[in-house]
């Protein structure tokens, strides 16, 4: 089992940044991981994710705004949003994910706010 503790959330100004960290208890080697987040009334989404090997993907609505990176030597990833909108405000989950089958590993972490004033 391996627990996730994101950091990092808070509360800023439209155009602002803020770098969102999620610290593993265990080693993330081999594992997909991502970011997620839900706003109020709406349906958990996909931010971005990073494979081991360091692909990306991101949703339409963060490319050219957000980056997604990790470091295996921490355990840790990172989410770093700049030029934030309001429509951005909302919980952001960090994700590990690992399907060997016939395993499946998905650890979800607690969350950390992330509200955008206008």
């Known amino acids: 089992q391996v627990q996730l503790v994101e950091s990092g959330g808070g509360l800023v100004q439209a155009g602002g940044s803020l770098r969102l960290s999620c610290a593993a208890s265990g080693s993330i080697n081999s594992f997909t991981m991502g970011w997620y987040r839900q706003a109020p009334g709406k349906q958990r989404e996909l931010v971005a994710s990073?494979?081991?090997?360091?692909?990306?993907n991101y949703a339409d609505s963060v490319k050219g705004r957000f980056t997604i990176s990790r470091d295996n030597a921490k355990n840790t990833g990172y989410l770093q949003m700049n030029s934030l909108k309001p429509e951005d405000t909302a919980v952001y989950y960090c994700?590990?994910?690992?399907?060997?089958?016939?395993?499946?590993?998905?650890?979800w972490g607690q969350g950390t706010q992330v509200t955008v004033s206008s």
């Open positions: 990073i494979t081991d090997g360091g692909s990306t």
């Open positions: 994700n590990l994910y690992r399907s060997t089958w016939p395993e499946l590993y998905d650890y």
